[in-house]
């Protein structure tokens, strides 16, 4: 079927077809990176903008490379060079964007809604590149893009995310889009950061780490989100950790062949050991590069392309 949305803002708004077509324009991309030459004229001509308020490695290279690759000019906005320090609106400054002739803006905000909120004040298409503690949407795209690689088919698969899930932009969107695609999740962590309300979207509620362990296909690791907790959730980190984080003795608890995840950054030896997040099992580089095709997919498919256009290398 034909792609229609102009802005990709939440995976709660997406219906399971529509996460199957960017994943599908996804694996094509995904091919292109294995190429000699890693472009496609897709978007030659186009001009995206990288509006970032918040601090971001991953996320911000990879919409850059994503976008490059599709052959298009990129430009990422410096919040601490801008006038945002003089008191500019998110309005205005994405007003201007628009008035210099920018043909999307990829957005990441502090503030829950800006996305949506930008998507109805101005005429281009608005990617939500993280906002507060609502969306990530790609970030889920190339979560489950990524474990269907290693797993296959989602449907019925056990997926645990283990951490910060109360102020975690990730967790939501992960659950909204495992959940579409059939897979079966358990949200496990402290009680103070993992409340029963979360049940009201299709999960399960655990705060036993072994037993939410025992059975999963998937271990997805959060870190702790200090910036967006106002108070502390937990006495300290070291009794976090000593309760709920990820080392040799806990990851023996999984099950032989289960991957295990993280969207980064990652805090080495808060939630994850080194030696398990270095591990075979471990998928958390592919997550990454894997990031930048499902970014060209939405990218691609927000200016205005086709799943089914053939996709040609530019020499």
């Not at 030459?37 to 509006?51: D, F, H, S, W, Y």
């Not at 939410?212 to 009794?239: C, K, N, T, Y």
Request: aromatic share 6%; charged share 20%.
């Amino acid at each position: 079927m034909p792609w229609h949305r102009k802005h990709l803002l939440t995976i709660e708004e997406l219906k399971r077809a529509e996460i199957e077509q960017i994943l599908a324009t996804a694996a094509a991309f995904r091919r292109v990176l294995d190429r000699k030459v890693k472009k496609v004229p897709a978007l030659r001509g186009k001009t995206i903008v990288n509006l970032f308020l918040e601090p971001s490695t991953r996320t911000r290279i990879s919409f850059e490379m994503a976008a490059k690759f599709l052959s298009a000019d990129v430009i990422s906005f410096d919040a601490s060079a801008s006038s945002t320090t003089k008191g500019e609106t998110l309005r205005d400054t994405a007003q201007n964007i628009q008035a210099l002739n920018a043909d999307m803006i990829v957005l990441r905000h502090a503030a829950s809604g800006s996305p949506l909120y930008l998507s109805k004040v101005l005429g281009i298409p608005v990617v939500n590149a993280g906002d507060g503690a609502h969306e990530h949407p790609t970030q889920a795209l190339l979560d489950v893009f990524t474990m269907r690689e290693k797993l296959g088919d989602l449907k019925g698969r056990k997926v645990v995310i283990l951490g910060d899930i109360l102020f975690s932009r990730v967790a939501r969107s992960n659950i909204h889009a495992l959940t579409k695609l059939g897979a079966d999740v358990t949200i496990v962590g402290p009680s103070t950061l993992v409340p029963h309300w979360f049940e009201s979207m299709g999960v399960r509620v655990s705060h036993n780490l072994r037993t939410a362990l025992a059975d999963a296909d998937v271990v997805m690791l959060l870190r702790i989100q200090h910036e967006r907790q106002g108070v502390s959730h937990f006495p300290s980190l070291g009794e976090y950790t000593s309760m709920f984080g990820l080392n040799y003795t806990r990851a023996s608890w999984v099950k032989p062949d289960a991957i295990i995840m993280h969207p980064g950054p990652i805090n080495r030896g808060v939630e994850i050991d080194s030696d398990i997040a270095d591990s075979p099992r471990s998928v958390i580089l592919q997550q990454v590069t894997n990031g930048i095709a499902v970014r060209m997919a939405v990218l691609y498919l927000c200016a205005g392309g086709q799943p089914e256009q053939v996709l040609t290398p530019v020499e």
